[in-house]
Every structure is written in structure tokens, then in C-alpha cells.
């Protein structure tokens, strides 16, 4: 088990208010955030759907990390174009930060690239999300102090998973700030840079002073991998990575396509410069130089051909919301009762942050005791999410010994070697799980509301339906390791 | 009482001591492991079981005139070329082969490692192997030779050549100033300190 399944068993349930946000749902978990789809509840049943994003607690209790989350989440609400999520709000909760943004209904870049399973996209589509997302950096690039003074901006973490695609096609680059923040935060304190090692810069690997011409690698990068459907600096390690990078030691694209356009090659040569000083000196330049290309071909680059491709690979646009998670959320807030059935899981009553945070530093210790690697795949492995082979273990328990030949070996030795998961304490193992045993353990912070058992009929106060078994018995087993107490 | 040596240990297993062999696997499992790991991330479990498998299977066969740990090596370099041509290309597409990379930026904390490592990870394989056999394994370039099936003078200009490259990748990668001036300078101690870094970087050692 490594941290990121410990802290997915984590999620906040639906229901969980924060600040004047409702959680629907967990859509997405991060290295350092947890992303939900949330819900803005106004006055006079005015409601609205956003993505939440919650620092995850490991981080929050940094305060050098969160001051300078704050920092840049203001900055990224002054960010104000199609092609960029836009931030709306930012907020505390029992400690813990979080900001608000648009909620982008649809899919990631990655996704999409893995869904055409070392394909190219289709090249007018690959150049449509490219030259949105460049148009979008380069916004970011140019934004202005209120005395006007250029701030400079990098981005840092331009990567497929950072571009969001609406299932109406919309292309948005996101994770603004975010990844200027984590460099001031001890767990990733270390190395000549941040970000993730494919999408780095040959400057952040050299540990050079870096400005926006190192997002306009990436965008090259981005350029490369959507048009050939390979990566364009992979290596067995990270450092291998790293140093294909720094001298820029791609394959080149034709070797790749042998049709590939040596005009399109001109223009990933280009942004792939080892030296900035030979790259597209804007994001703007670049998008220019694609639309250019664009245009000689005769096409348009539009979203119809994005929602094609998300349509062929994803398939109809699903609901933001499912039928019970809509009717759920139409009740009024103030007539709901805090568990209730919904969608098959149950909703609690608002988490404590003090538990949560509680239980992440003993994970961060349980890791530290099995190794660091485990703790750097969650925060630097790359987008693959492809978990290195756990921490062996040679297993000692006794064999029987034998000295025969072959066939009588492999029975012998096979347990000697064994590749053991990481011995991890099995903090999520269900039976200990349930912690009915215990009525106080009811994850619940109305309890007076609550314990009623169900049949005694709603009271005035709250007319809701209400849960037909006490809470802490609905909890799903896998929701919360043992130990914890809600 | 002393500790055994591999020679010893096999002895002993010869002798129907199946412990001993679980001994020799434990001695160097990290080294064989590492091998793999740094190369072929995904599939260094597999390959490090079956290079202890082949060596039991060989073990009646060993002779003792080479060191158990040379033998070893031998054998994990044949399993390693298998594994690569199996896995040729450079490229890696989306979606059908990503694999895991290992040995990350958080497990090596020293500016001067990662460098280097930037740099080691750059050279052709057959410079990288004697590089690391040389400074990792302490193994003499007989042993080297031996392992990798080359002539020892061989492994000699493969290793001045590793350092030649290793100067060139390493200034073109880092800025003018006193973090190239120790790396350059020092380039055999700090190669040799890394041995330990790597060790175990994505493994646990065994108990
Ligand atoms: N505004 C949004 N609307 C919808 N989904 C979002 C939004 N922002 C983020 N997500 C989803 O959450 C996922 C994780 O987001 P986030 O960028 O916080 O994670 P991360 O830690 O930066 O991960 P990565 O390193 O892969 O970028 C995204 O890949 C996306 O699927
Ligand atoms: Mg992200």
C-alpha cells in the first residue's frame, strides 16, 4: 500500500461542507490536492457547480506552503482567459486550504492521449489544443502587477495532465501557481527542480535562473507527444530522464513518422531548443507559427474537431452530475439531514480536519520507515501513475531446503526473492475498518439528530428523509482505515 | 566466529544446506537489484529473481575460479541484454508501453549525485556497466572482464572513455562555477560515494 491509495481511502464524503461549498463528489486526486466537484449554494436556492481543490493535509500543515498557495492563488484569480481555468475563490476550512475554480466537465489531455494507445491525435486536433494552450500561457506570461510592472510569470508544470478538455472542447491549461508554490515546500525542497521530469525545462535541470521560455519547451514537448503518441524524453530512471532533457536528446519526429511534415518538425525543433535564446521568444509566437501551419493545410482549428475526438474515445458526454446526485442537490440545504443515503454511499456530517491531518503524518512516518521511494513516486512520479514495483522484501521465512536440479528449485528459491509489497502497516483492511463496535465512533456531528433510529418519523425541525441505519454502520468498510474516528 | 564467504556458502549449500543459498541471495540482492532497477525499472523483480534462479541452476556448475559475485553479474548482464532486445526502442508511446521509471529526484539528495547521475545515465550502456561494476561493485577489471565477457585491457579503455564522457555530459549540463569545478574535480571520489546513494534507492534492504 503506498500513500496514494492510504489518502484516496480518505476522501471527503459527499455532503462535507466547506465554507459555504458542498461536496458532490471526488474527481480527481492529486500529489498534493484532492479535486471535487462542489457546489456553491447562494442565497434563494441559488447554486452553482465548481471544482474544489483541497491541499492535501501533508501540505497544509507546511505554513510557508500555504502562504505561498494563497500568493499565487491570487494571482491565478486574476487570470481571466478561455483558454485558462479560472480561479474563484480561495478559502481556509478547519485548517486546511482550498481553492475554487471553474469546474471543467470533461477530460484531461492525458487521458485523451492514452486513449489513442500510441497514436498520434489527429494532427488538426493536436495543433487546436497546442496553440489554446500556448494562447493561454501566454496570457499568464504577460500578466501585469496593478502598477503595471511584468511579474514574470512561469508556469513550471505544463503537462498533458495539466490541460483540461471540456467534453465541449474547450482546451484549458490549469494548476496555475500551484507549481510555483511547491518549490517552497520542504517535501520537495530537493533537487535542480520541480515539476515532473518529462516535462522539464534543459535550464530547471541545469538548476538555472529560468523565466517563460522554459513553459515554451514544454509546449514543444506537448507539440511532439500529441502529434507522434510517444514521449518525448522517457528513460528508465529519473535521472536518465532528466539528463535527455538537459541536452534535449529527443528522438527526432521523423524517425518516429517518417511522414511527419518537416514544417511541423521545424516548429518542435524550434520550441525544443537546448538554448532559450533559440526558441519562439512567446507562447504567442508559437501559437502563430501552428495557426500558420494550420492554415497552409486548409484547416480550421477549431473545438468541433476536440468534442469529435473526446466523442470517438469517450464516447456520449456523460452527466455532470448523476440523476440521485442532482436530486440530492436540488433539496435545500437546511432541510437536510447530515446522513443520508446517497447513490449508494453514505453522506456524513462535515470531517474534522484534526483527525485527517493526524493520520496523514502517520502515514508520512509508516513511509519514511518502509523508504523514500515510495514518498517521491506520490509526489514526483510522472503522469503515468504507474507505481514502481513495490520495496522488496526478501522473505525469510525458512524454505525447504533442497539441493536437486531445476524442477525442484523454483519452489525453493521463488519465496527466498519474493517481491513483498512494502511493509506497510495494511491500514485500510476492512474488517478493522468498520467501526461499528463503537457507538461513538458514528462519523456524525449532529449526533442528536442522527442516533434517532428511523422509524420514529421525521421531526419538525427536519422533514427529511433520513438514513435508515445509523451512520457509522453505513460507512462503506473502505472509506476510513482503522484507527480512525470521524 | 567469522562470517562466511560466498565461496563458503556455496560449499555449504553443495553440502544440502538450502540456507545457505537464501545467505547468498540476501548478500547481494541489493547489487543485482540496482542492475536492473536503473535500466529496466518495470521489469527488475522479474529479472532479479531470474538471475538468482539461473545462478542456483548454475551453481553445481560454478567452479570457484571466478568470484560468486562475478558469476552473478554474468548472469544478470545476459538476462539484462534479453530483457532490452525484447524492449528495444527508446520510445515509448502512450498508452501501450509506459513504464515505471525508478530512482527518483527525492532519493538522491546531494546537487553533486544528481548530476552525476544526470550524466552516468547519458553514456552508452557498455560504458555505463563498467562504470558501475568499477565504482559500485568494486570489482577489478579482470572480474569486470569476466563478467561482461570482455578482455580486461578492454574494460580499462571502456572505463577511461566513461570519464572522458562523463567530463563532457556533465559540463554541458551544469553552470560554470564551484558545483562543476567539484564534480570535475573530484569526478572518481564522487562516482565512488554514489555507489552507496543507489544502493537501495528503490528497494528496501532485506532484513
Ligand atoms: N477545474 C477543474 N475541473 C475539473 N477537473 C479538474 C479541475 N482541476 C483539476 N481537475 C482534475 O483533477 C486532476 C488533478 O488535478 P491537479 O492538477 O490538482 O492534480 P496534480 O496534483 O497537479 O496532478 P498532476 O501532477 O497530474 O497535474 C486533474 O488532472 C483533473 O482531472
Ligand atoms: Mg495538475
Redesign the interface.
Same mark, same amino acid.
Given at each position: 500500500m503506498d500513500a496514494t491509495h492510504v489518502a484516496r481511502a480518505l476522501g471527503l464524503p459527499p455532503g462535507t461542507r466547506i465554507g459555504r461549498y458542498t461536496l458532490v463528489r471526488r474527481v480527481a486526486m492529486g500529489g498534493m490536492a484532492e479535486v471535487y466537484l462542489a457546489q456553491l449554494r447562494g442565497a434563494e436556492r441559488f447554486a452553482k457547480l465548481v471544482a474544489l481543490k483541497l491541499i492535501l493535509p501533508q501540505f497544509a500543515g507546511d505554513p510557508e506552503f500555504a502562504r505561498m498557495f494563497l500568493d499565487e492563488a491570487r494571482l491565478a484569480s486574476r487570470l481571466q482567459h478561455p483558454n485558462v481555468t479560472a480561479v474563484l475563490d480561495f478559502g481556509e476550512y478547519q485548517g486546511e486550504h482550498f481553492i475554487t475554480m471553474e469546474f471543467v466537465h470533461g477530460r484531461h489531455l492525458?487521458e485523451l492521449?492514452?486513449?489513442?494507445?500510441?497514436r498520434p491525435l489527429a494532427r488538426d486536433v493536436a495543433l487546436t489544443i497546442v496553440s489554446g494552450v500556448a494562447a493561454g500561457l501566454h496570457h499568464m506570461h504577460e500578466l501585469r502587477d496593478h502598477d503595471g510592472s511584468p511579474l514574470g510569470l512561469v508556469h513550471r508544470d505544463v503537462s498533458p495532465s495539466n490541460v483540461l478538455l471540456s467534453y465541449e472542447g474547450a482546451v484549458k491549461l490549469t494548476d496555475f501557481g500551484i507549481a510555483k508554490a511547491v518549490e517552497h515546500t520542504s517535501a520537495?525542497r530537493?533537487?535542480?527542480f520541480k515539476g515532473k521530469?518529462g516535462y522539464a525545462s534543459p535550464e530547471q535541470?541545469?538548476?538555472?535562473p529560468i523565466d517563460r521560455r522554459s513553459d515554451l519547451f514544454a509546449l514543444g514537448i506537448l507539440l511532439y507527444?500529441t502529434t507522434l503518441?510517444? *514521449?518525448a524524453f522517457?528513460?528508465?530512471?529519473?535521472?536518465?530522464?532528466?539528463?535527455?532533457v538537459? *541536452?534535449a /536528446?529527443y528522438?527526432p519526429p521523423s524517425q518516429?513518422d517518417p511522414d511527419y511534415p518537416p514544417a511541423l518538425a521545424e516548429i518542435v525543433a524550434k520550441a525544443l531548443a537546448v538554448d532559450p535564446a533559440d526558441r519562439f521568444a512567446t507562447a504567442a509566437l508559437l501559437a502563430d507559427a501552428l495557426d500558420g501551419y494550420a492554415h497552409a493545410q486548409h484547416w480550421r482549428l477549431a473545438p468541433a474537431r476536440v468534442v469529435e475526438a473526446m466523442t470517438t474515445h469517450f464516447g456520449e458526454t456523460p452527466p455532470i452530475t448523476s440523476a440521485d446526485e442532482a436530486s440530492w442537490l436540488a433539496t435545500d440545504p437546511s432541510t437536510r439531514v447530515a446522513a443520508t443515503s446517497l447513490a449508494g454511499a453514505s453522506i456524513v456530517a462535515p470531517t474534522p480536519a484534526g483527525p485527517r491531518r493526524r493520520l496523514a503524518a502517520t502515514i508520512a512516518g509508516t513511509l519514511a520507515l518502509?523508504?523514500?521511494?515510495a514518498?517521491?513516486?506520490t509526489?514526483?512520479? *510522472?503522469p503515468?501513475e504507474?507505481?514502481?514495483?513495490a520495496?522488496?522484501?526478501?522473505d525469510?521465512a525458512?524454505?525447504?531446503?533442497? /539441493?536437486e536440479?531445476?524442477p525442484s528449485?523454483?519452489p525453493?528459491?521463488?519465496p527466498?526473492?519474493v517481491?513483498a509489497a512494502?511493509?506497510a502497516p495494511s491500514t485500510a483492511a476492512p474488517s478493522t475498518a468498520a467501526p461499528s463496535a463503537d457507538p461513538t465512533a458514528a462519523p456524525n456531528a449532529e449526533p442528536a439528530v442522527d442516533v434517532e433510529p428511523p422509524n420514529k418519523g421525521p421531526k419538525r425541525r427536519r422533514p427529511t428523509k433520513r438514513a435508515d441505519k445509523p451512520a457509522a454502520a453505513a460507512v462503506p468498510d473502505n472509506l476510513y482505515p482503522p484507527g480512525y474516528r470521524p | 566466529m567469522s562470517v562466511p564467504s560466498d565461496n563458503e556458502l556455496l560449499q555449504a549449500?553443495?553440502?544440502? @544446506?538450502?540456507?545457505a +543459498?537464501?545467505e547468498l541471495?540476501?548478500r547481494h540482492?541489493v547489487s543485482i537489484?540496482r542492475f536492473f $532497477?536503473?535500466?529496466? !525499472?518495470?521489469a527488475? @523483480?522479474d529479472l532479479?529473481?531470474q538471475t +538468482? %534462479?539461473g545462478a %542456483?541452476?548454475a551453481a =553445481?556448475r560454478f567452479r570457484g575460479d571466478a568470484s560468486f559475485r562475478t558469476f552473478l553479474f554474468a548472469i544478470a548482464h545476459k538476462q539484462l541484454l534479453r530483457s532490452l532486445r525484447e524492449r528495444p526502442a527508446?520510445?515509448?508511446? +502512450?498508452?501501450? $508501453?509506459?513504464?515505471?521509471? =525508478?530512482?527518483? &529526484?527525492? !532519493?538522491?539528495?546531494q546537487?553533486e549525485h544528481? +548530476?552525476l %547521475? &544526470? !550524466? %552516468?545515465?547519458?553514456l552508452p550502456l557498455e560504458l555505463q556497466l563498467v562504470t558501475e561494476l568499477y565504482y559500485w561493485e568494486n570489482l577489478r577489471t579482470a572480474e569486470i572482464g569476466e563478467a561482461l565477457s570482455l578482455n580486461p585491457s578492454t574494460v580499462a579503455g571502456r572505463l577511461a572513455r566513461a570519464r572522458e564522457l562523463l567530463g563532457e555530459?556533465l559540463t554541458?549540463?551544469?553552470?560554470p562555477g564551484p558545483l562543476r569545478d567539484r564534480l570535475l574535480g573530484d569526478l572518481e571520489q564522487i562516482t565512488r560515494a554514489l555507489g552507496p546513494v543507489t544502493a537501495?534507492?528503490?528497494?528496501?534492504t532485506?532484513?
Open positions: 492525458l492521449m492514452r486513449a489513442h494507445r500510441g520537495t530537493t533537487g535542480a521530469v535541470c541545469r538548476g538555472e507527444e503518441g510517444a *514521449r522517457s528513460g528508465p530512471n529519473e535521472f536518465a530522464v532528466l539528463g535527455r538537459a *541536452r /536528446d528522438v518516429i518502509v523508504g523514500t521511494t514518498v517521491a513516486v509526489l514526483v512520479a *510522472r503515468s504507474a507505481t514502481p514495483s520495496a522488496p522484501v526478501v525469510t525458512p524454505a525447504a531446503a533442497t /539441493d536440479a531445476p528449485v523454483a525453493v528459491l521463488v527466498t526473492v517481491i512494502p511493509a | 549449500w553443495r553440502g544440502g @544446506d538450502g540456507s +543459498f537464501e541471495t540476501r540482492y537489484r $532497477d536503473l535500466r529496466v !525499472a518495470g527488475a @523483480d532479479t529473481q +538468482f %534462479l %542456483l541452476e =553445481s527508446a520510445i515509448e508511446r +502512450f498508452g501501450v $508501453d509506459e513504464a515505471p521509471t =525508478s530512482l527518483s &529526484m527525492i !532519493a538522491v539528495r546537487q544528481q +548530476f %547521475l &544526470m !550524466a %552516468l545515465t547519458q555530459h554541458q549540463m551544469t553552470r537501495g534507492a528503490n528497494t528496501r532485506p532484513p
